[in-house]
């Protein structure tokens, strides 16, 4: 089945900032580039390229939601539910929060592909309580949040009813879907282009890590363990929020800060690394494979996606629990170890692009000849 002439729509949670989600959409409209793309708030000095390609919300109009578009959940719900979908065969919803819960119509086909069930409702609801990630806002949200949570749920379990066929990024996406949503899923693990990643020529000593500095992603963890090891750390970010802000306060002089590095930089930093920390929770996690990509060991914890995209003793090592003696334990067991670059890089290719995006386009064409036959 030709899928070019399909009226597809993609629609995301928010596209802000610059991350894992955002290279699967990209990823997707390489698949389906006719696709129009909705989101409720939409950055375009971070996505150029989708300039007059993307639908927006009354959300956008609204400056606080716009720069925080977590910040008034029931307002998100609404914004998803009164989008037009009408005018088209499939609508996909690449979703870690409330664009699963779009309306759809019966000769409409939804295929949702999953990064997580909603954290803040479900598996990290009790960290999230905790920190809210509202900055100043956090004691409003503290205040709040136990009683809108339950209704948040319940929207949020009643909108993943409305999807007709869940993809997830995991198995432990996966197992999500099914305990929180009693859904059953197919799992397509996001790919990674790996002719722009290659194995660098020399290698330095420092210890790596990459990403957004909010609280699940355990930079926290990365500082104390240091400031402890003396070991050299550059910490890579676009980032500077409240909690990096506090965590540099701290870092002694072995731990570097560097901000808005280019793809090109990104890689030269990934190529010259001794190895890649890689401390959070994760759905998937798709930072480190790019770090495998370049033939770098990854030093991950033993949990959610590291599960499937490490192998002990081959592209790095894991350990076990998310705290300074765990984490120094694993970097004192790499140290000893001897790890082939190219063993790294072959390990990692099981995450390719053009595996994700064969996968994808099997999936569409499967799910639309489902509803023409009905």
Known sequence: MDIKWLRVAIVCDWLKDWGGAEQVLYDMLEVVPQADVFSPVFDPKNFPELVGKVTTSFVQKIPVLKHRPKLIPFLRTYAFESMDFSGYDLVISSSSAESKGIVTGTETRHVCYCHTPTRYYWSHAQQYAKNPEFGWLNPIARLFMPYMIHRLRMWDFLAAQ?????????HTTARRISKFYR??????????????????????????ALGRVVPYKRFDLLVETFNRNGLPLKIV??????????LQAISKENIEWVFGVDHEQKIGYFQKARAFLFPPEEDFGMVPVEAMLCGTPVIALWRAGALETSLDGVSGVTFAEQTPESLQEGIERFVKLKIDPKAVRKHAMRFSKIAFQKGFLEILEREYGILKAK
Do not use: C, M, W
């Open 162 to 170: 409305r999807v007709d066929a869940f993809v997830a990024n995991s």
């Open 183 to 208: 859904r059953e899923s197919e799992v397509l693990h996001p790919g990674i282009d790996s002719d722009r990643f290659v194995i660098g020529e020399e290698k330095k000593d420092y210890f790596l």
């Open 237 to 246: 970010t676009s980032q500077q929020n409240k909690l990096q802000k506090s």
